[in-house]
């Protein structure tokens, strides 16, 4: 998962040059064997403004755990947790 205001067709060619990229998708490529495919790549959401993209992407990354992120993007308030991570929550307060 990135944040970016660059299209996915850039972002793919980004991950696909192994030689220079260092980002964790290139690099599990290299580990793996594994192929990125353009056909299994898509769009999650949008907006123009990077404020709101920044905290759409660290709302997915704390909803879907994606295995592949390094950071867990822009830093939210503590009031997020209690939102996005109710099981989670439940179980500190236990």
Excluded: W
Excluded at 14 to 39: F, I, P, Y
Excluded at 46 to 70: C, F, G, H
Aim: glycine share 4%; charged share 30%.
């Amino acid at each position: 998962m990135c944040e970016t205001g660059r299209s996915l067709e850039t972002r793919f060619k980004d991950h696909m040059n192994l030689r220079t990229s260092n980002s964790a998708v290139s690099e599990h490529m290299k580990q793996t064997g594994h192929c990125l495919s353009k056909e299994g790549a898509k769009i999650i959401t949008s907006d123009e403004n990077q404020t709101r993209r920044k905290v759409k992407e660290a709302i997915t990354i704390r909803q879907q755990r994606p295995t592949l992120n390094r950071d867990q993007g822009t830093e939210l308030p503590p009031v997020y947790n209690k939102l996005l991570l109710p099981d989670l929550m439940s179980r500190d307060n236990s």
